[in-house]
């Protein structure tokens, strides 16, 4: 029979839940409801609070490639000639005035505009060539450009197209990305300084650990970056994740990862201070597996 949420027949500090910011009971509740659910199940004893393999970290694209498309101005533009620039189903103008404008103020008031008003695309410009690129590669964002020379123009005025914003990828894989600081990103940060901030109001503890198992690190052996440990014969160690074809692989103990890994303990325990409690941080995950 539908009832309220009842209360712990009893609770104890002696035993304790295991948090992991990988699966859907962690990273996909709000701290607010996760506590109170740990709350409800009467186990109050330290959190071990898992940071995981996938969502921490910051990462950058592989060779992605944008849609993009230049419009290059040239020749010589009469007072009161019009260009229009066409993007998908958008058009927008420019009037040129004679004795203000030329080729490089035309191609700037279009960027301007572009970027004033538009979401689906953004500008850049250089001299008199004007570079519009796609925010998207999905089908929706896919977009046709082409100029239009009204013939009452009475100059000389080009405005040539170059490719189309058709097309593009995001790239193969999101590799980690070292150079990034701090290394954990944004939403993990929000999240973890609310879980935190909770439990000191609520008088529980809790003890991080990191994986030293990584998704998708930036091993590159042959460059010097060696990241990933290997079998005797090359093979890189990995372990499937179950999150459909991503493993993860357990890193060398080399300068890069240790490096890393300890720029995110720091950071981890930098927000637990922050939040008034004692930094607690567990080592060497990676020895289980050995």
């Known amino acids: ?75 010589n533009w009469n007072d009161q000639d019009v260009v229009w620039l066409h993007v998908g189903g958008s ?9 203000q404008d030329n080729s490089n103020t035309i191609a700037r008031h279009f960027a301007n505009f572009i970027n004033a008003i538009f979401d689906g695309v ?21 977009y046709h450009v082409y100029t239009e020379l009204p013939a009452s123009n009475t100059g000389t ?8 914003l058709q097309g593009g990828t995001y790239g193969v894989t999101w590799v980690i990305d070292p150079t990034q600081t701090p290394v954990l990103n944004r939403a993990f940060r929000d999240w973890n ?57 357990q890193i060398a103990f080399s300068s890069g990862p240790q490096n890393y890994l300890g720029q995110a303990l720091a950071a981890m325990a930098g927000l637990m201070l922050a939040a008034g409690l004692t930094p607690k941080l567990q080592f060497g995950e990676i020895l289980w597996w050995f």
């Open 193 to 249: 300084t609310d879980f935190f901030r909770l439990l000191k109001a609520n008088s529980m503890t809790v003890v991080c650990s990191f994986s030293q198992e990584l998704v998708q690190p930036p091993d590159n052996p042959a460059g010097g970056a060696v990241w990933v440990q290997r079998f005797p014969d090359g093979t890189a160690v990995e372990t499937a994740t179950g999150f459909g074809t991503l493993n993860s692989s």
């Open 91 to 99: 058009a927008i103008g420019k009037t040129v005035f004679g004795g």
């Open 122 to 142: 953004w500008a850049s410009v250089a001299g008199s060539v004007l570079t519009i690129t796609s925010h998207s590669f999905r089908s929706v964002w896919q």
């Open 1 to 75: 029979m539908a009832t309220d949420v009842p209360t712990p027949t009893a609770t104890t500090t002696t035993v304790g839940v295991a948090t992991d910011f990988d699966t859907d009971n962690t990273y996909k509740r709000s701290p607010e409801r996760l506590v109170w659910n740990i709350q409800k199940l009467g186990l109050l004893g330290e959190i071990d609070h898992y940071c995981g393999v996938f969502w921490w970290k910051q990462a950058v694209a592989s060779n992605p490639a944008y849609p993009q498309c230049t419009v290059t101005f040239s020749g």
């Open 157 to 164: 005025g080009q405005a040539a197209v170059t490719g189309d």
